[in-house]
């Protein structure tokens, strides 16, 4: 019997609360670890990465790659790639792209839109649905892939 995966749903009841869940992120990457995003236009995907990438320090601004489809960041002990998959139409369009290699490496990715990538796509560590509460705020669900991620929402949680 295959293990259900460890899941946990939060509410984000405004701007800063997606701002923390990326900070609270951060204390748990690792090299080559993934976390891939979901949810509609304006869930709220880029805060949480600008949220993430301040806590690693990062202090200039947070560019969405929705043309650029790839923003790489360096930090002294671990490089990032922020993907966003939102302008693909079809799933070769990834592997024509050459962006797969950055998968193989040692760099941390994180992917908004990977349902646009297609099945080339390698499975991340960690996924999180954000969607829109009728209050205005979010909800997150937050779903871990693979034992790494399972000890990455831990330590989100902390
Ligand atoms: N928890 C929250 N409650 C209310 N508003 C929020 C919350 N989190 C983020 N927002 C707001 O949502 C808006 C859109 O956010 P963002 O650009 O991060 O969305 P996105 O998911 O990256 O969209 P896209 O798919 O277009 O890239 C921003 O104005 C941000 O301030
Ligand atoms: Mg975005």
């Known amino acids: 019997m295959t293990k259900a995966p460890a ?10 609360d997606t701002l923390d869940l990326g900070r609270r992120l951060a204390q ?16 709220g995907k880029t805060t949480l990465v600008r949220g993430l ?11 969405s790659p929705t043309f650029s489809l790839v923003e790489p960041y ?19 369009e990834l592997r ?9 490496g040692p760099s941390i990715c994180i992917v908004e839109w990977p349902s646009k990538a297609g099945p080339q ?10 969607s ?6 979010r909800s997150a669900v ?8 399972e000890h990455w929402l831990e330590q989100t949680l902390r």
């Open 28 to 43: 748990g990457l690792s090299p080559s670890c993934r976390l891939y995003l979901h949810g509609d236009l304006g869930a």
């Open 74 to 92: 360096e930090f002294s002990s671990l490089s990032l790639y922020h993907f966003d998959f939102y302008r693909f139409d079809e799933p070769t």
């Open 53 to 63: 990438l301040r806590a690693l320090g990062f202090e200039g601004r947070v560019k």
């Open 142 to 149: 937050l779903v871990a892939r693979s034992n790494r991620g």
């Open 7 to 16: 899941t946990l749903t939060l509410t984000l009841a405004d701007e800063s």
């Open 121 to 130: 796509l390698p499975p991340p560590d960690l996924e999180i649905d954000l």
């Open 132 to 137: 829109p509460r009728d209050d205005g705020g």
């Open 96 to 104: 024509d792209s050459g962006l797969l290699e950055h998968f193989d």
